[in-house]
């Protein structure tokens, strides 16, 4: 799918790249951007996942130079991908969410990471890394997103609390919105003649039944429905999650990259 997206920028609007760059970075148009979500392997049950409680908290890693990523906490380990510091169509800030720490026997500091995108051969990404501590940075979030494919709802929760409940559109039979646990990876402004204006919240999933789209790299998002359309409640799209204007303004407003994606 194309992003069928966005959300309110970060940074501020006059850091944005120009338009003319997010179109030919994501090829946005007529089409939209195929968005789909990769399979958490390790994820349990979506039933057990959806009544699993919501963490009211969630470090996030801010990545401040380019680092490889590691299969084990060791420079001797195989690398699985590399991570740069920023985003590549907004040149955001990367921020991955932290799922554990280690300290080696040499005493290096090591992260392991939730991790975008895929692996340098272009297959599944790996769904989780380690990188070392140094130059990073660290901060949390109290905001998580939960979709629920069935019920065809997102949920958005703030210190476990939650705060809104939207009806939403997602992937149709033959392209579905896979389960897993997913990141917001950037936060764009569309065009209001793009597909999917007037926001995207761009994920970190990648899709396993489109490896490109629309010259795009078959990322997932949640996005606007102008130019697009589609029946809220419906299974349609190419695997994004499409909202209306006022429910994706909002998560624009407030969701910013690095906050947890929960989809069962």
């Known amino acids: 799918m194309t992003l069928d997206t966005v959300a309110r920028g970060w940074p501020p609007l006059a850091t944005r790249p120009r338009y003319s760059r997010l179109a030919r970075a994501m090829h946005v148009g007529a ?7 990769i399979q958490d392997a390790g994820n349990i049950g979506a039933r057990a996942s959806a ?6 908290r969630q470090q996030i890693v801010s990545v401040l130079q380019m680092h490889r990523v590691y299969s084990r906490p060791n420079f001797d380990a195989n690398v699985l991908t590399v991570v740069k510091a920023t985003r590549p169509i907004t040149a955001q800030r990367t921020m991955l969410p932290l799922l554990a720490r280690h300290t080696d026997t040499q005493g290096h500091s090591w992260l392991q990471v939730r991790l975008p995108g895929r ?9 989780t890394g380690w990188i070392s501590a ?15 494919i069935r019920a ?13 409940n939207y009806l939403a559109i997602v992937g149709s039979r033959s392209t579905p919105t896979p389960v897993g646990k997913y990141f917001i990876e950037e936060n764009i402004r569309l065009p209001s003649v793009a597909a999917g204006a007037p926001f995207a919240l761009a994920t970190s999933a990648r899709s396993t039944v489109l490896q490109e789209f ?6 997932i998002a949640l996005h606007g429905r102008d130019h697009i359309g589609g029946r809220l409640g419906s299974a349609v799209s190419h695997g994004c ?15 910013q990259p690095g906050v947890p994606v929960t989809i069962v």
């Open 31 to 37: 089409a939209t951007v195929a968005c789909l979500l």
């Open 51 to 56: 009544r699993a409680p919501t963490p009211a």
């Open 119 to 127: 692996t340098l051969k272009r297959a599944a990404p790996p769904l």
């Open 134 to 148: 140094s130059y990073t940075g660290l901060s949390t979030t109290s905001w998580h997103i939960v979709i629920d």
């Open 152 to 164: 065809r709802r997102v949920r958005v929760y703030h210190n476990a609390r939650r705060l809104r």
């Open 214 to 219: 629309a010259g795009g790299p078959g990322q």
């Open 241 to 255: 999650i499409r909202l209306d204007r006022r429910a994706i303004t909002w998560l624009a407003a407030h969701i």
